[in-house]
C-alpha cells in the first residue's frame, strides 16, 4: 500500500458514531500538535485548529462523525435492540457485521431478522423496516451479555476494512462520511503557512443528527467565509446518471443543497479559483441532504458558505469508494481559495 493511503486508513477505521469522537478527536488531535498550538474545543467536542492572526475569518470544516447504532436495550434472550445514528437505508443494513465497542472490548454483533421462509409471499418483496432488526452477538441471555460487558448507550460501528481497489485510486474504507473530510481539512491546515487571514480549520461532531457540532464550533469561530468539506454522490454506476457527479472529476462545488443556497458570488470565486489552478471541478446539487454550512453560515450575522463535496459511491453503508484525486485536489482547491481571501477580497464578496 502506497505511504500516503496510512492516514486515510486509520481515520476511516477509527469508530466514532454522533456524540461519541472521542477516538478520532484525540487522533486529529495528536496529528495538530506539528500544525499549530491554537487547538481548542467547544463543549460539545468540537475541535478547532486556528492559524493567522489578522484578517477576515475563514472557517473550515470536516465532521468526524459516521452514522452508525446506539445500543438501546437488552433483551431477555440476549438480543440487542439498537437506535440508529444518521441515515441508515434498511437494505443495506441486513446480516452486517458490527462492532459493539465496550469497556471490555469490542464484541462482534450480526443484524438479524427473521429468516424470509416465514415471511408471507406477498411481504417478501417489501423491504425489511429498521425497528424489526436487532443483533445477535451469539449469546443466549441477558445475563451473558451484560458479563461480555454489552450495555445500553454503547456505540455500534460498521465492521469494514480499507482495500486499494483494482484502480489503485479507488479506495474502499468505512466511514469516508465523512473521514475523508477531516483528512482533508487536517491537511489543508498543515499545507497553509502564510494566510492574509484566520483559518479555523474545524472537525465538528454530531453533523450526522443534525448539524450539532458546525452550530457550536461556528460561534468560536464567528466565521465571515465558512466552507464545509463533505462527502457528495457519486452517481457514475450501472442505471444511474453521472452527470457532475462522478469519481476521479474533481471536488463538487455545490449549487445547492438542503441547508445551504451558497452565496453565488463567492462560488463563482471558487471556481474562477479552481480554473486558475486548473483544478478539475463538478457542479453537483443534493437535493435530500445538508453539510455543516448548513449552520455554519447561519451563525451571528451570517457567512459566505459554501459546500465542497467529495465524489462517494454507496455512501451511508458499511463500505464506500473514494478516488484518491478527487481528495488532493479539494484540499488543493480550498488551499487556493483561502490564500486569495484577504480583507477586501472578503468584503468586496459580501458587498455584491
Ligand atoms: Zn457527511
Request: glycine fraction near 10%; charge should be negative.
Amino acid at each position: 500500500m502506497r505511504k500516503e493511503y496510512e492516514l486515510l486508513k486509520t481515520i476511516s477505521l477509527l469508530p466514532g458514531v454522533p456524540g461519541q469522537e472521542k477516538a478520532v478527536r484525540d487522533y486529529l488531535k495528536a496529528e495538530l500538535k506539528e500544525v499549530t498550538d491554537r487547538v481548542v474545543t467547544d463543549n460539545l467536542g468540537s475541535l478547532i485548529a486556528i492559524k493567522g492572526e489578522n484578517g477576515p475569518k475563514v472557517m473550515v470544516a470536516g465532521h468526524m462523525d459516521e452514522i452508525g447504532l446506539l445500543v438501546t436495550q437488552i433483551t431477555k434472550d440476549g438480543f440487542v435492540k439498537f437506535q440508529t445514528l444518521g441515515g441508515w437505508f434498511s437494505q443495506v443494513m441486513l446480516a452486517q457485521v458490527w462492532d459493539i465497542h465496550t469497556p471490555k472490548g469490542i464484541v462482534t454483533a450480526i443484524t438479524g431478522v427473521k429468516p424470509p421462509h416465514i415471511i408471507p409471499m406477498d411481504k417478501r418483496k417489501e423491504a425489511i423496516p429498521i425497528d424489526q432488526m436487532y443483533l445477535d452477538i451469539g449469546v443466549s441471555s441477558q445475563e451473558e451479555a451484560l458479563e461480555i460487558g454489552v450495555l445500553p448507550g454503547q456505540m455500534v460501528t460498521p465492521r469494514a476494512e480499507f482495500a486499494v481497489l483494482g484502480n489503485e485510486k479507488y479506495l474502499m474504507s468505512k466511514a469516508w462520511d465523512n473521514r475523508i473530510g477531516s483528512a482533508a481539512v487536517l491537511e489543508i491546515m498543515r499545507e497553509l503557512k502564510q494566510t492574509p487571514n484566520q483559518v479555523f480549520g474545524t472537525f465538528t461532531v454530531q453533523e450526522e443528527v443534525g448539524l450539532r457540532g458546525a452550530k457550536t464550533s461556528s460561534y468560536i469561530a464567528h466565521p465571515e467565509v465558512a466552507i464545509a468539506v463533505d462527502v457528495g454522490l457519486a452517481n457514475d454506476v450501472p442505471g444511474g446518471d453521472k452527470a457532475e457527479q462522478e469519481l476521479g472529476k474533481g471536488p463538487q462545488i455545490l449549487l445547492y443543497d438542503g441547508g445551504l443556497i451558497p452565496n453565488p458570488y463567492f462560488r463563482r470565486f471558487v471556481i474562477d479559483v479552481a480554473k486558475a489552478e486548473k483544478i478539475p471541478y463538478q457542479e453537483a446539487f443534493i437535493v435530500g441532504g445538508r453539510t455543516d454550512a448548513g449552520n455554519m453560515h447561519l451563525a451571528h450575522q451570517g457567512a459566505l458558505g459554501l459546500s465542497i463535496c467529495i465524489p462517494t459511491r454507496y455512501m451511508h453503508s458499511h463500505t464506500s469508494i473514494i478516488h484518491y484525486d478527487d481528495y488532493l485536489n479539494t484540499i488543493k482547491l480550498i488551499v487556493a481559495v483561502i490564500k486569495r481571501l484577504d480583507r477586501q477580497t472578503v468584503d468586496q464578496l459580501l458587498q455584491e
